[in-house]
């Protein structure tokens, strides 16, 4: 069965790992996945290990992309994340949730990428 959400959701997780690497980000891992959840992308910026949402849409007629990672995502995303640390044995590092709007607009030639860092703590 085809999958429009999942194919437009996997355009822009593409696009925003290739921003943050132009950026000078370094990538660790994409769609990283446990019991507890997922966490879209996972990179390193400086001293920081980086856990990125990325939410894609094709406007913002209902609403700004970055709120749609309400208050009970945001706890599932950070319950994902103390996995990952627990699990890959990365405690020495500081940390920090960022979430990256893509906006597919048909009107435009080049989509918009707005980066949220530190855009939510817990």
């Not at 939410?55 to 208050?71: A, C, D, L, M, Q």
């Not at 699990?87 to 980066?115: C, G, M, S, T």
Request: aromatic residues 16%; charged residues 25%; positive net charge.
């Amino acid at each position: 069965m085809y999958n429009y959400k999942k194919d437009i959701g996997n355009y822009g997780e593409t696009l925003a790992v290739n921003y943050l690497l132009s950026l000078g980000y370094k990538l660790i891992e994409t769609n990283y996945r446990c019991k507890l959840g997922e966490i879209d992308i996972i990179c390193s910026d400086k001293e920081y290990i980086v856990f990125s949402e990325v939410k894609t849409r094709y406007s913002n007629n209902f609403g700004f992309p970055s709120e749609s990672v309400n208050i009970k995502k945001q706890y599932k995303i950070y319950k994902t994340a103390q996995y990952y640390i627990l699990n890959k044995k990365v405690f020495n590092y500081n940390y920090r949730f960022d979430v990256i709007e893509v906006i597919l607009n048909l009107d435009e030639e080049k989509p918009i990428i707005n980066l949220l860092t530190n855009a939510f703590q817990l």
